[in-house]
């Protein structure tokens, strides 16, 4: 298993727009989103052992945050031809088992991904009220098979900041996981990565 580091956009870059299919069939883009609450962006997918390390956290996470304000999505934007495990059919079974209650969106161009800057999965955006950004990096040091506990505490941390209204630490680690999957010839000009499970 190969891993992957978040690029680490710059904070205080925009939220890039998107338009994106959510496993329900509907259309979802960065202006149907509360404009009023900070805004979490989370790459993630089905198959990869990063994410699947987190899939109960994430479900905590989300419910306990979204009741707090905070606005939660998910983007796949894996390249479904050479992993159809992540293809919009398994998305819908991934977020059922994994009682996800957040918009779980399919990037099937990628654009979302590049316009993000995103490179591995999961990888964390998180924007304050004015849709800038405040925080990119992991949930917590834990990791598959390294014995550390699931706690979310570097996003927690960031969170919390953000929904008092209070600076977000600058201190902030990368997410690591394995790469996103991109389409034949069309891996970013930022991503350095090397091919993972």
């Keep these: ?3 992957t580091a978040s690029t680490m956009l710059p904070l205080g870059s925009p939220a890039p727009d998107f338009s994106l299919v959510n496993i329900d069939g509907r259309p979802i883009s960065l202006a149907d989103l509360p404009a009023d609450q900070p805004l979490l962006v989370m790459f993630i997918c089905n198959h990869c052992p990063f994410v699947i390390h987190l899939r109960d956290a994430l479900a905590t996470f989300s419910d306990e945050y979204q009741s ?3 606005t939660v999505v998910a983007i796949s934007s894996n390249d ?3 992993h159809p495990a992540d293809s919009p059919d398994k998305m819908v079974e991934m977020a059922r088992a994994s009682n996800w209650n957040f ?3 399919y990037d099937e161009t990628q654009a979302a991904a590049k316009a993000y800057r995103a ?3 999961p990888d964390f955006f998180l924007f304050d009220r004015d849709r800038k950004l405040v925080y990119r990096g992991q949930f917590d040091d834990s990791r598959p098979g390294n014995g550390k506990p699931v706690t979310g505490q570097d996003l ?7 929904l ?3 600076a977000v630490s600058p201190q902030q680690r ?3 996981g394995c790469n996103i999957k991109w389409k034949a010839g069309s891996a970013p000009d930022y991503f350095t990565g090397e091919p993972a499970v």
């Design 68 to 70: 707090k304000g905070l």
């Design 119 to 121: 490179a591995c999965t």
């Design 1 to 3: 298993m190969v891993m």
């Design 174 to 176: 990368p997410s690591i």
């Design 80 to 82: 479904v031809s050479t």
């Design 164 to 166: 008092a209204n209070k």
């Design 156 to 162: 927690r941390a960031a969170c919390d900041a953000v």
């Design 103 to 105: 918009p779980y969106l």
